[in-house]
């Protein structure tokens, strides 16, 4: 279960993330639901594999640094996930 908890930290933190990107770009928001489901694809992408990836491990310990990596991971991989979707979705309406 220990190793479970930073992967669910990515991934609330993601929708997080996702959501907040959607209320400052305005114009590449895809509602809250689909802000925090791009969010939660994009924390738990991020999160886990891309920071493990550079040599980070989330899941190396559940210390205040383990927890920040998580959380902030999550945010910035489910924000930009979603500000990436956004924009491909505002160029394809474009068309």
């Known amino acids: 279960m220990e190793s479970l908890?930073?992967?669910?930290?990515?991934?609330?933190?993601?929708?997080?993330g996702g959501n907040?990107?959607?209320k400052?770009?305005?114009?590449?928001?895809?509602?809250?639901?689909?802000?925090?489901?791009?969010?939660i694809f994009g924390g738990g992408l991020f999160g886990q594999f891309?920071?493990?990836?550079?040599?980070i491990d989330p899941a190396?310990?559940?210390d205040l640094t383990g927890i920040l990596t998580s959380i902030g991971?999550?945010?910035?991989g489910g924000g930009v996930l979603m500000a990436i979707i956004g924009?491909?979705?505002k160029m394809m309406n474009k068309g």
Request: charged letters at 5%.
């Open 5 to 16: 908890i930073p992967l669910i930290v990515n991934l609330i933190s993601g929708a997080v």
């Open 24 to 39: 400052l770009a305005k114009n590449l928001s895809l509602g809250t639901l689909g802000n925090s489901l791009a969010g």
């Open 50 to 55: 891309l920071l493990g990836a550079v040599g």
């Open 73 to 76: 991971g999550g945010a910035a």
């Open 87 to 89: 924009f491909i979705k």
């Open 60 to 62: 190396a310990g559940m």
């Open 20 to 22: 907040v990107v959607g």
